[in-house]
């Protein structure tokens, strides 16, 4: 299975990966959130004391290209193979630049953020491990009526141990607005032999003045035995930007998504939308940062469980410059069995006065005299209560007051 893949390296020692993840293992390892995090992703101990037993792959072959041809879709559509952008397989709209990542790096570096260990710990080792990665700018004032997709694929190798680094940049200009879904997954087959797989991803998400972006991801991390992706979104004055999390596939391995919202703009405004359904391990870790007049965040998170565990941790702070900020966050549970767990960790930091913050969490079971109404009506227990699943779950959208042109763009889509 190597021919699939580029080049499969070895993680050596004082290499940049090997630094990056010592100094994200050294920092939080005994710190709350991470120490127990970290017990679930043991590849970051790992590489930080044997790198020797792991290995970061890059880029995929011509085979890999020849079989991803026959895939093609007819949609907009940014290809990645193993973290490299592959622009023979790529279409996207009229006027949208799209470039290597190392190829932006001089034109787009007013974008690119200095991550820090101690505020992105997993976000900092993908920028000092990843080979390359995609830079999609969307124009000032551009409007795409379809979605664009950045569909990220990868290949197991006989190779265990292996890291694989995924980075999506978006730039939105002026008055743009876009819908962009990254779709993750594994490609393999009856024949194939999934070895020990990790997955670090990120999205860094630049929104300009009055501009709407709207970035879903549904990872299907079914193989991979741990996947982390991080979201890192910076909103200019008047911008709009929601991340929506589908995390609705059945993952047997563990999952954490972190979502970082700035708001650096007066009446910018950010989303944090999720749907959940009984993961291995799950967690989900937002955090709203109001450094500005007027800005204005939600975060909703709603999950299904009969079984698993998933944990929630959603942050609100609010500095000095964000005076007048409205955050809200909220978190409701379905819990299906006594066996799976559910946990929400609110979290606010407020440094000013006339602002507005508000929290609140429920967890429930399903509504009995309503599944009793409908199997009266004819339907199975099993339907029934799937049913009821998929209208808590569908029922959850970004506001479309807050994002009036792609609101009516995709109606019936996001909203």
């Known amino acids: 299975m190597l021919t699939f893949v580029e080049n499969v390296s070895l993680?050596?020692?004082?290499?940049?990966?090997?630094r990056a993840v010592t100094a994200c293992h050294k920092y939080h390892n005994h710190r709350e959130p991470y120490k127990e995090i970290f017990c679930f992703f043991p590849w970051i101990r790992?590489?930080?004391?044997?790198?020797?037993?792991?290995?970061?792959?890059?880029?995929?072959?011509?085979?890999?290209?020849?079989?991803?041809?026959?895939?093609?879709?007819?949609?907009?559509?940014?290809?990645?193979?193993?973290?490299?952008?592959?622009?023979?397989?790529?279409?996207?709209?009229?006027?949208?630049?799209?470039?290597?990542?190392?190829?932006?790096?001089?034109?787009?570096?007013?974008?690119?953020?200095?991550?820090?260990?101690?505020?992105?710990?997993?976000?900092?080792?993908?920028?000092?491990?990843s080979q390359d990665g995609v830079v999609i700018y969307i124009p000032d004032g551009k409007v795409i009526d379809e979605q664009i997709f950045v569909h990220h694929i990868i290949y197991p190798v006989a190779r265990g141990n292996l890291?694989?680094?995924?980075?999506?940049?978006?730039?939105?200009?002026?008055?743009?607005c876009a819908a962009v879904h990254v779709f993750h997954h594994i490609e393999v087959d009856c024949r194939t032999v999934v070895r020990e797989m990790m997955v670090n991803g990120v999205t860094e998400v630049f929104v300009s003045e009055k501009a709407e972006a709207i970035i879903s991801i549904d990872?299907?991390?079914?193989?991979?035995?741990?996947?982390?992706?991080?979201?890192?979104?910076?909103?200019?004055?008047?911008?709009?930007?929601?991340?929506?999390?589908?995390?609705?596939?059945?993952?047997?391995?563990?999952?954490l998504f972190e979502n970082t919202f700035y708001l650096m703009g007066d009446y910018a405004h950010a989303e944090s939308v999720v749907a959940a359904r009984s993961p291995r391990k799950t967690w989900v870790r937002n955090l709203m940062h109001h450094d500005a007049k007027h800005t204005t965040s939600q975060q909703k998170i709603r999950s299904v469980l009969d079984s698993g565990e998933f944990l929630f941790e959603g942050g609100i702070k609010i500095?000095?410059?964000?005076?007048?900020?409205?955050?809200?966050?909220?978190?409701?549970?379905?819990?299906?069995?006594?066996?799976?767990?559910?946990?929400?960790y609110p979290r606010l930091e407020i440094?000013?006065?006339?602002?507005?913050?508000?929290?609140?969490?429920?967890?429930?079971?399903?509504?009995?005299?309503?599944?009793?109404?409908?199997?009266?009506?004819?339907?199975?227990?099993?339907?029934?209560?799937?049913?009821l699943v998929q209208g808590f779950l569908k029922s959850l959208t970004p506001t479309p007051e807050t994002f009036p042109r792609l609101s009516k763009v995709f109606k019936g889509l996001y909203f």
């Open 11 to 18: 993680v050596k020692e004082d290499s940049n990966i090997h």
């Open 46 to 129: 790992g590489i930080a004391h044997t790198p020797q037993e792991y290995s970061y792959a890059y880029g995929g072959t011509e085979v890999m290209r020849q079989q991803l041809l026959g895939k093609r879709s007819l949609s907009y559509e940014c290809v990645i193979m193993n973290g490299k952008y592959e622009d023979s397989l790529s279409y996207l709209p009229e006027g949208v630049e799209v470039f290597p990542y190392k190829e932006a790096l001089e034109s787009f570096a007013t974008f690119m953020q200095r991550l820090r260990v101690e505020e992105h710990p997993l976000a900092f080792v993908n920028a000092e491990s």
């Open 163 to 176: 890291l694989f680094s995924p980075k999506v940049i978006v730039v939105f200009g002026r008055e743009a």
């Open 219 to 255: 990872p299907r991390y079914a193989h991979e035995s741990q996947f982390s992706w991080s979201h890192i979104a910076t909103i200019q004055a008047g911008g709009a930007c929601a991340v929506v999390h589908h995390l609705l596939e059945d993952a047997r391995s563990y999952g």
């Open 319 to 344: 500095t000095p410059q964000g005076e007048y900020a409205n955050a809200y966050q909220r978190h409701d549970t379905l819990l299906l069995d006594d066996q799976a767990r559910v946990s929400t």
């Open 351 to 387: 440094l000013t006065d006339e602002v507005k913050a508000s929290h609140g969490a429920t967890v429930g079971s399903m509504d009995e005299k309503l599944l009793f109404y409908m199997r009266s009506r004819g339907l199975p227990l099993k339907l029934a209560r799937e049913r």
